[in-house]
């Protein structure tokens, strides 16, 4: 079993920067993509940016030129794989709920959220 663990959300002006993280533990052997999602109440749920294990990187139109995702692939003790969301030029449109996830062997784990608002 994954457990996922987000921080980074919060409060930022229109044109701000937020980094999140996402911390993956537990059976985190064959992790293969991580990435976010976020949700709104308009727009329910929406694919923001993922990883691969090789590095591959898919984005949203939504949020390429401005956001970008990165893994570390070797932690320390290698008990931990985190990945990173670093939000540029942050709109107000890009307030939501954002989500982690991790997939390993055919199955998807999700982190508890965090929030993101933007706004003057």
């Known amino acids: 079993q994954v457990q996922l663990v987000e921080s980074g959300g919060g409060l930022v002006q229109p044109g701000g920067s937020l980094r999140l993280s996402c911390t993956a533990s537990g059976s985190i052997f064959s992790i293969g993509a991580m990435g976010w999602y976020r949700h709104t109440p308009e727009k329910q749920r929406e694919l923001v940016a993922a990883i691969t294990i090789g590095g591959s990187t898919n984005y949203a139109d939504s949020v390429k030129g401005r956001f970008t995702i990165s893994r570390d692939t070797i932690s320390r003790d290698n008990a931990e794989k985190t990945v990173y969301l670093q939000m540029n030029t942050l709109k107000p449109e890009d307030t939501a709920v954002y989500y982690c996830?991790?997939?390993?062997?055919?199955?998807?784990?999700w982190g508890q959220g965090t929030q993101v608002t933007v706004s003057s």
């Open positions: 996830f991790a997939d390993r062997l055919g199955v998807r784990s």
